[in-house]
């Protein structure tokens, strides 16, 4: 490998503030971008939208076709490793070759198996000066769920919560309808736009009701809904059923008898998860919550979006499920009321801390926290 240049993080940030432009349409493809360089300025760029559709590298060499601007000798800045193999598109590899470009700097290489280095060996074959590593940590950030997926063979879970600032969830009676503010709401649904799923459970269902999908955000795809009840419970009027795609996760021997006469049948699919190991939560059936993980990563779920009760918080919390935790606080003190886990009693202090502070940021009138969970697996 090649050493970098001072302006190498620069360019590279650009790159990323292009795969940014993807943000909620290319799932399961991740989110990439790409800039030509040419002495010290940018000559041509582009980003992937979605699958099936030209990658970053592709949609900047039209970039440059359209300006008429050649690319032999530039410098290409791509986000993750140019692919390797043909799929949906051919290999961005051989393509950025074709260009004459004398330089490629990838942020990171990529996890799919598929590439994982056969891309930039491909450049460095045909004589093209490879780097990478640079903006490594923020490159794996913007595709975290990706990553999550190839290497971990399970979603990346962000789980959302908004409380009091006395950590309050909802009343005592179960009111929660709103604690946070109209900007803290808004952009709960960036994140849902950003996930490829949107998971809760039947508690929360037969408490609000909710539809579970993306509103006031500008996009044209619906992340798959997901709602684990064991014992299907759920109500075929429930208004989450009633469009878009859903996933019910049960432990139960047959779907529900409605489903084939519900008039959103095509998008709705009941899956049997085998129930955890007996007596691990009080004689009550639990979905086994690691199986539906990675029932959703061989579904190509990148990043699932948590929006449930104490209770499957808990549950998902004590298995170390959650990878990112998003936490709303609203500047009101509640008093009695429900917390934001179910999680056991202890006798003492962990000696470590589980999570770590990420970011934080005001929204409109409540803060918003971003923490990251210690030594992922």
């Not at 190839?150 to 979603?155: A, L, V």
């Not at 960036?190 to 579970?212: E, F, M, W, Y």
């Not at 008898?257 to 009550?284: C, D, F, Q, R």
């Amino acid at each position: 490998m090649a050493t970098q240049h001072p302006d190498d993080e620069h360019w590279m940030q650009h790159a990323l503030n292009l795969a940014w432009k993807g943000q909620y349409s290319t799932t399961p493809n991740p989110r990439v971008g790409c800039v030509f360089v040419r002495d010290g300025a940018a000559i041509a760029e582009g980003f992937h939208a979605r699958a099936g559709e030209a990658h970053a590298e592709v949609q900047a060499i039209a970039d440059a076709k359209a300006r008429g601007v050649c690319l032999k000798g530039s410098t290409a800045y791509v986000t993750l490793e140019p692919c390797a193999h043909h799929g949906r598109t051919g290999p961005c590899a051989e393509a950025l070759v074709a260009t004459g470009v004398a330089r490629v700097v990838a942020a990171v290489l990529d996890p799919n198996p598929q590439v994982a280095g056969k891309g930039m060996a491909i450049l460095q074959a045909a004589g093209i000066e490879i780097v990478s590593g640079v903006l490594v940590e923020q490159a794996r950030w913007i595709n975290r769920g990706f990553f999550s997926r190839m290497e971990r063979k399970r979603p990346w879970v962000r789980l959302k919560i908004a409380s009091s600032a006395d950590g309050i969830s909802a009343l005592s009676n179960g009111v929660s309808q709103w604690i946070t503010g109209e900007e803290a709401r808004l952009d709960g649904h960036h994140l849902r736009a950003q996930a490829c799923a949107v998971l809760s459970g039947i508690g929360t269902v037969k408490a609000d009701n909710p539809q579970l999908n993306v509103r006031g955000v500008d996009t044209d795809r619906q992340p798959l809904k997901v709602i684990v009840d064991s014992k299907l419970e759920i109500s075929p009027e429930a208004r989450l059923l009633q469009t878009g795609r859903v996933l019910i996760a049960h432990t139960e021997p047959e779907a529900p008898a409605w489903l084939s006469t519900h008039p959103n049948t095509a998008n709705i699919e009941a899956l049997n998860v085998a129930p955890v190991a007996a007596g691990l939560h009080a004689g009550k059936v639990k979905t086994d919550l690691l199986r539906l993980l990675e029932e959703l990563a061989e579904r190509d779920i990148n990043e699932l979006h948590l929006e449930a009760g104490f209770g499957l918080n808990g549950s998902f919390l004590q298995a170390g499920l959650v990878d990112e935790i998003v936490q709303y606080i609203a500047p009101r003190f509640l008093g009695p009321g429900q917390g934001l886990f179910r999680l056991p009693e202890l006798d003492a202090l962990p000696a470590y801390m589980d999570w770590a502070l990420h970011s934080f940021e005001q929204k409109g009138s409540d803060l918003r926290i971003t923490w990251i969970r210690n030594n992922q697996e």
